[in-house]
């Protein structure tokens, strides 16, 4: 996945083209099929020979056992877990298919299903309780065709594509239906580890805030309301918080520069912190204040700290490594040491299994995939 590129508002932060299709792939929007997808996906192909590979972690890396090595080839990024923990859904890039799709996999990388029916531009997927229905969001509504990606004349922007909207779906892919139609973005949705609540970032209200969701749709409640981005939440092992990537600018210039980007579909992510609020968007507080990209966090399954992926330590701002917080913003720890780029970390259910994607071991420079450890605290 290629990266982020010198970003001139700053002057400060210059992320290499291998960490620009994996920030992307972030915020990347919901596209919907023209036409209903087959009831039963066929498993898409899987050609690489290093699916299964195990290799051994940096030395450094002490929290990491032996990697498996779950795809080869393509852009692969957000590996989420089913509630049962057998499963992973993730969005690729990978032939046929012009830009990101849903695909369902087994923990050893095998049986790589179909999900979205290959249109439009997909991201952002999650299983339900069950695991009988997924989430994912796409642009597909707005016709079958990927989406523009934004030129970088005002420095490295995120595309927020107003043809994104949230869908419930079979894992097979059938059944599609829509769950947010409005106005604007709507993506990143994730579900309570109850099972009873969806939280995902919208544009509905004219900036970009989180909400939150019944399981359904309904009972919309909006959790953020400060001017900047507020995005990628995921909820606490036990339901009661939310973490959360966000940038709100102060000085009235950086303002103004949000606000006519925002205008535009776009927003400029080369600053962002770590944030943490109660699940029903009270007590609100920051937790990194690192000035750099700092995104993807995931709870560890203590509940009191954090996991994230982030730029921090990089004089170039190039290689983005996993690091771990506690929730007072102390403690930082530098997890990964891969030398290109690590992100979106995952815990399972039974808070060892660990998932995240990496540039190492690729078959291709600036590609992406889906590796699965045992943690080790």
């Known amino acids: ?30 596209a919907r099929p023209t036409a209903e997808p087959e009831a039963a996906a066929p498993p898409a192909a899987v050609a690489a020979s290093k699916v299964g590979t195990v290799i051994q972690p940096d030395p450094r890396e002490v929290h990491l056992g032996e990697l498996k090595m779950l795809t080869d080839g393509g852009e692969n990024a957000e590996a989420y877990f089913s509630f049962a923990g057998d499963r992973l859904i993730f969005q690729s890039t990978r032939e046929p298919h012009a830009c ?15 999900v979205s029916a290959g249109a439009g531009r997909t991201t952002c997927a999650y299983y339900l309780p069950g695991d009988e229905w997924v989430l994912y969001a796409s642009t597909h509504g707005g016709g079958p065709d990927c ?3 934004p030129d970088h004349s005002r420095g490295y922007v995120w595309p927020i594509y107003a043809d994104y909207d949230i869908y419930r779906a079979r894992p097979d892919g059938s059944e599609v239906s829509k769950l947010t139609d409005t106005p604007g973005y709507d993506a990143e949705a994730t579900v ?17 805030d989180i909400y939150s969701m019944a399981l359904d749709g309904s009972d919309v409640v909006r959790l953020t309301d400060q001017t900047g981005y507020d995005g990628g939440p995921f909820f606490s092992p036990d339901g009661e918080k939310i973490v959360y990537r966000a940038r709100h600018p102060e000085d009235p210039q950086e303002i103004e520069d949000y606000r006519s980007l925002l205008a535009d579909g776009l927003i400029r992510p080369s600053k962002l912190e770590i944030w943490v609020m109660d699940a029903d968007g009270g ?48 403690n930082l720890e530098q ?43």
């Open 100 to 114: 990101d799709q849903i695909f369902t996999m087994k923990l050893d990388g095998s049986d790589q299903r179909l």
């Open 147 to 149: 989406p523009p990606t």
């Open 192 to 208: 309570s580890p109850a099972g009873d609540r969806i939280v995902f970032t919208s544009m509905r209200d004219g900036d970009l």
């Open 1 to 30: 996945m290629s990266r982020f590129l010198e970003d001139p508002s700053t002057m400060k932060t210059a992320v290499s083209a291998i960490a620009i299709t994996a920030l992307t792939m972030t915020t990347a929007g919901c």
């Open 283 to 330: 007590n609100k507080r920051r937790i990194t204040d690192l000035g750099v990209a700092a995104f993807a966090p995931f709870f560890h399954p203590s509940g009191d700290k954090i996991v994230f992926s982030s730029n921090h330590g990089d004089p170039s701002g190039r290689e983005f490594e996993l690091f771990m917080v506690g929730l007072d913003g102390g």
């Open 335 to 377: 997890i990964t040491f891969s030398g290109g780029f690590d992100g979106f970390p995952m815990f399972a259910p039974d808070g060892r299994t660990f998932v995240f994607c990496s540039n190492r071991s690729n078959s291709r420079e600036g590609e992406t995939n889906v590796f699965v450890t045992t943690w080790q605290d």
